[in-house]
């Protein structure tokens, strides 16, 4: 008895599937390539004031005695065992490290190992690594990030205030709001004032005081001697001997009022006031208005506001300006990555630290060829593309395109060019030609078998 069966396959391939499989067979061509073309790492070298291992000219038992090398900071005691082969007359001095030693040695690459270019894994050598600080998380102490902090809008600050009572070589000058008693031993009509109670003329906004006879005297940014001087010539005209004398009462009314106006013991404490660099890079403060602060470090505005308070109000005014609150940084992470987006910068960031943020990079992301985008001091854009395949692949240590990120830079991780062949391959033949006018290839595959 005698049977056929037939089986039919139908299978429509279409020049885009073509296309697709042929530039992932060129790829994976060129991948097998590059990977018999990569050089195979060195052997670790041994720690430098380490002797290496050598021959030795002269015969030896099979296994001699063992001598010990100087332990190296930060790396394990080692050992010289010296050996000979079965047969061999000729020794072997190897260097042997102790396992029994509290601290494993690792090995790894600096990027100062390399005086041009990047440091590969060929470059590795073992270092000293310390993973803890004292009692911290945070490594061992490092150099400062910035040599100075330079201000800008944003940024939130306080002012400590503090009022001393150390005595000025210059005499006092009088300013407005000050009270004084005026005397005459000769005239007692021209005395004005009350020393008991504490009563005398106050000097009026115009810096003035008005006194009989000669009606308004300016005072205000004159000292005690020269006052007296210029009432004595005054009353001249009308007395032999005027005798004037002047004396003050009330003082330092414009510190006093500075005082009042920072005074927070009641509140928050302390004799203190907030400020905020506003976008147009100035602060404001009580009795000497608005201040620039826009570039300028915590040290440098210290000094102008204090230059300031001494020629409006005069000495007994320090100031200690506080950093509360950086203005917010932010970097911004788009392209082929997972969740890109906007994502604030808390402390110094490199670009591989930013992709992390933005979740890594998709696959089929171009990471020979990341953007990064900038603004310059005189907001110019200016831009930059960088190599971190080998990095973020594992095979390249010390990457020399890591750099820091600033505020508001953007970094582009674009599409490779398989991504890019295939959104071309979409728009052109299935959403363009295909899509108004189906074709397709069909292949019939039949096969007949008798049994």
Request: net charge neutral; glycine share 8%.
């Amino acid at each position: 008895m005698t049977s056929t069966m037939r089986f039919t396959t139908t299978r429509s391939i279409t020049p885009r599937g073509i296309l697709v499989a042929a530039c992932l067979i060129v790829l994976a061509a060129l991948a097998g390539w590059r990977d018999r073309q990569r050089i195979r790492p060195r052997p670790v070298a041994a720690p430098s004031g380490v002797v290496p291992a050598k021959r030795a000219e002269t015969a030896s038992p099979r296994r001699g005695p063992r001598s010990v090398v100087p332990a190296v900071p930060g790396y394990p005691q080692a050992v010289e065992v010296h050996l000979a082969p079965r047969g061999d007359d000729r020794v072997t001095t190897r260097l042997v490290q102790l396992c029994q030693f509290r601290q494993r040695t690792l090995v790894g690459v600096q990027s100062q190992d390399v005086d041009c270019g990047e440091a590969d894994w060929s470059a590795r050598r073992p270092l000293p690594w310390q993973v803890f600080g004292q009692g911290e998380y945070i490594g061992p102490e490092r150099t400062p990030r910035v040599d100075a902090y330079y201000l800008r809008p944003n940024d939130q600050l306080e002012f400590v205030y503090r009022f001393t009572q150390q005595p000025s070589a210059e005499p006092y000058r009088f300013s407005v709001g000050d009270e004084l008693m005026i005397e005459s031993l000769t005239a007692p009509e021209l005395n004005k004032g009350d020393l008991i109670e504490g009563r005398g003329l106050k000097i009026q906004s115009d810096g003035t005081i008005t006194l009989p006879l000669v009606r308004q005297v300016p005072v205000a940014g004159r000292t005690v001697d020269e006052i007296r001087q210029d009432l004595d010539e005054r009353y001249l005209r009308y007395y032999t001997d005027p005798a004037i004398t002047v004396t003050p009462l009330k003082t330092n009314t414009q510190l006093e009022s500075l005082r009042s106006s920072v005074d927070n013991r009641f509140g928050q404490g302390g004799l203190a006031r907030q400020a905020n660099v506003t976008p147009e890079g100035t602060i404001q403060l009580p009795a000497i208005g608005s201040v620039l602060a826009h570039g300028l470090t915590l040290g440098e505005l210290e000094q102008e506001i204090e230059e300031r308070y001494l020629e409006r109000i005069g000495d007994g005014v320090e100031i200690t300006a506080v950093l509360l609150q950086r203005a917010p940084s932010f970097v911004y992470v788009l392209g082929e990555v997972p969740a890109p987006g906007q994502y604030p910068l808390r402390q110094a960031t490199t670009v591989m630290q930013a992709l992390s943020l933005a979740g890594g990079w998709n696959n089929g992301g171009n990471l020979r060829e990341i953007v990064v985008f900038r603004r310059t001091a005189d907001w110019q854009l200016m831009a930059t593309k960088l190599d971190l395949r080998g990095a973020l692949l594992g095979a390249k240590p010390a990457p020399s395109d890591e750099i820091w990120v600033r505020d508001s830079d953007v970094i582009l991780v674009p599409k490779s060019p398989v991504l890019l062949m295939d959104d071309f391959i979409n728009l052109v033949f299935t959403r363009g030609v295909y899509g108004v006018v189906p074709v397709g290839v069909s292949v019939n595959l039949a096969k007949l078998s008798s049994i």
